[in-house]
C-alpha cells in the first residue's frame, strides 16, 4: 500500500484495500491512515473524506496521526490556516468524534503543504 501511494498510484493502493476486505479481513488504523496520505499526495480530498467515513463505519477512530494527515490533506485542497481546522472539526462533528486536541496549533504551524514555516512559528513559546 505504501509503496502505491508513494509513486502516486492511489487507485492501485484502493484496489489492494478492496483486495484485503474481499479476503475478510479488517484494515486497521495503519492501513487507512496509509490510504489518506496517498490521497494528500494525490491532492484527493474526497477520496480522503470517503476513506474517513469508512474507517469510522468499520470502527477505527482516528489518532493523533490521522488528525495530522487530514489537516494536510485540507491544506492541500486550499483550505488556510483555521479554515482547515474547522473544516476537519466539522468532519469529525459530522462522524460524532470530538474535535481533535490541538486542532488550531497544528493549522498555525504548517504552511500550505504540511511543512514546517520557515521561522519556526510552529513552536511553542
Given at each position: 500500500l505504501k509503496g502505491y501511494c508513494h509513486v502516486g498510484s492511489l487507485d492501485k493502493a484502493l484496489q489492494v484495500a478492496e483486495t484485503i476486505k474481499t479476503c475478510g479481513l479488517k484494515c486497521d488504523e495503519l492501513v487507512y491512515?496509509?490510504?489518506?496520505?496517498?490521497?494528500?499526495?494525490a491532492n484527493d480530498l474526497s477520496a480522503g473524506v470517503g476513506l474517513f467515513a469508512e474507517m469510522m463505519q468499520a470502527g477505527v477512530r482516528p489518532s493523533p496521526i490521522t488528525h495530522?494527515?487530514?489537516l494536510r490533506l485540507y491544506q492541500r485542497n486550499g483550505y488556510k490556516g483555521n479554515a482547515a481546522s474547522d473544516a476537519m472539526a466539522q468532519l469529525y462533528q459530522h462522524h460524532g468524534l470530538e474535535r481533535p486536541q490541538g486542532l488550531e496549533k497544528m493549522s498555525r504551524g504548517r504552511g500550505s503543504k504540511g511543512?514546517?514555516?520557515a521561522n519556526g512559528s510552529d513552536r511553542g513559546g
Amino acid at each position: 500500500l505504501k509503496g502505491y501511494c508513494h509513486v502516486g498510484s492511489l487507485d492501485k493502493a484502493l484496489q489492494v484495500a478492496e483486495t484485503i476486505k474481499t479476503c475478510g479481513l479488517k484494515c486497521d488504523e495503519l492501513v487507512y491512515n496509509t490510504l489518506m496520505d496517498g490521497c494528500v499526495k494525490a491532492n484527493d480530498l474526497s477520496a480522503g473524506v470517503g476513506l474517513f467515513a469508512e474507517m469510522m463505519q468499520a470502527g477505527v477512530r482516528p489518532s493523533p496521526i490521522t488528525h495530522s494527515i487530514f489537516l494536510r490533506l485540507y491544506q492541500r485542497n486550499g483550505y488556510k490556516g483555521n479554515a482547515a481546522s474547522d473544516a476537519m472539526a466539522q468532519l469529525y462533528q459530522h462522524h460524532g468524534l470530538e474535535r481533535p486536541q490541538g486542532l488550531e496549533k497544528m493549522s498555525r504551524g504548517r504552511g500550505s503543504k504540511g511543512k514546517k514555516q520557515a521561522n519556526g512559528s510552529d513552536r511553542g513559546g
